[in-house]
């Protein structure tokens, strides 16, 4: 099965700053998909932005965007002009195209400083 | 109208009892999986079901059995229930062959096991 690695447990970034958060996924496959959940509190679980593999220009959602790097098996985001608001849980997934097999990293923390 | 509900939300429960956690989406999607976040948030796949059919059964103990009655309910049931049992169960739903490929969730059911 696909592995998905967030070695950041934790990340603080102060309020209006830029941060990334690293992802890598270990899989054989070449067609698949990749995501970033957010889930704050609540426990909700929030579609953050997609990334199609064969797709090879990086999504990008307002002041979300993703460096998806293919070959080194690498699908970071960077949340630019951070809002006290983003403080949450953050997972980066990955779905195999052909079974319905999604699975999630271990998850980052985020902190937002004021 | 809630894209995937899950009930109930909060579950506290007796060592040794049966339980049922039920799901349902109404987002017309063929494909619905049960995941299990443990203390540490991380989320681990349980099961994924395709247009009724298993597709993913996770090494998970007999103790849980899902039923999916038809293609818009996953329930998951739970048989002489452990300490160990004690997590949030996510429900969630996807379609395979769309664009918009990503997982629905759930809001949780945060299981208690005293």
């Known amino acids: 099965a696909q592995t998905v690695t967030q070695s950041q447990p934790e990340m603080s970034v102060q309020e209006a700053e830029t941060v990334t958060l690293s992802c890598t996924y270990d899989?054989?496959?070449?067609?698949?998909?990749l995501f970033w959940y957010k889930q704050p509190p609540s426990r909700q679980m929030i579609l953050v932005i997609r990334q199609e593999a064969y797709k090879q220009q990086n999504a990008t959602e307002n002041r979300f965007s993703v460096n998806f790097q293919k070959a080194a098996k690498s699908f970071s985001l960077k949340i630019s002009d951070s809002q006290l608001g983003d403080a949450a849980m953050y997972f980066c997934?990955?779905?195999?195209?052909?079974?319905?097999?999604?699975?999630f990293g271990a998850g980052t923390r985020l902190t937002v400083k004021p | 109208d809630t894209a995937v509900s899950q009930t109930p939300k909060y579950l506290v429960t007796q060592m040794g009892n049966d339980k049922s956690i039920k799901c349902e989406q109404n987002l017309g999607h063929d494909t619905m999986y049960w995941y299990k976040q443990d203390s540490k948030k991380f989320l681990k796949i349980m099961f994924s079901y395709n247009n009724k059919e298993l597709i993913i059964n996770e090494t998970v103990p007999n103790r849980f059995s899902p039923k999916s009655p038809d293609k818009a309910h996953l329930n998951l049931h739970i048989n002489s229930l452990e300490l160990g049992d004690s997590a949030v169960y996510f429900c969630a739903s996807s379609q395979e062959g769309q664009l918009n490929t990503e997982a629905f969730f759930g809001q949780g059911t945060r299981l208690t096991v005293v």
């Open positions: 997934a990955y779905r195999s195209r052909n079974n319905n097999d999604m699975r």
């Open positions: 899989t054989s496959e070449s067609d698949y998909y």
